[in-house]
């Protein structure tokens, strides 16, 4: 049965940082990829970050240069090293798991389905940026 765990959320105030963490179990495929999703208070679900099996990364225009996506050498866990962090960062963030392909969504606003084409979602870490 294939789990993902997400967590590392929390309080910080503007201009600190957080980790998020996913932790993967129950699959086999080596082939798949992992994305960060939020939603914010009355607002639509947004993919924020992507990252392949094969080690390929995307981020949103929002995030560029703030925050940084990665996994361990055995592609179990996914990070998400967020920095100068803004209250519009406020929002639940939820990894989820798309298997047997390397290729990411499209980010941002996804519209219509906010399934992203993801198999698998975490239950989600609530961040708040807030002083």
């Known amino acids: 049965q294939v789990q993902l765990v997400d967590s590392g959320g929390g309080l910080v105030q503007p201009g600190g940082s957080l980790r998020l963490s996913c932790a993967a179990s129950?699959?086999?495929?080596?082939?798949?990829?992992i994305g960060w999703f939020r939603q914010a208070p009355g607002k639509e679900r947004e993919g924020v970050s992507c990252i392949s099996s094969g080690g390929s990364t995307y981020y949103v225009d929002s995030v560029k240069g703030r925050f940084t996506i990665s996994k361990d050498n055995a592609g179990n866990t996914v990070y998400l090293q967020m920095n100068s962090l803004k209250p519009e960062d406020t929002a639940v963030y939820y990894c989820?798991?798309?298997?047997?392909?390397?290729?990411?969504?499209?980010?941002?606003?996804?519209?219509?389905?906010?399934?992203?084409?993801?198999?698998?979602w975490g239950k989600g870490a609530l961040v708040t940026v807030s002083s």
């Open positions: 129950g699959f086999t495929l080596n082939v798949y990829a």
């Open positions: 989820a798991l798309r298997l047997g392909t390397t290729r990411c969504p499209s980010l941002g606003y996804a519209g219509d389905d906010s399934s992203y084409g993801m198999d698998y």
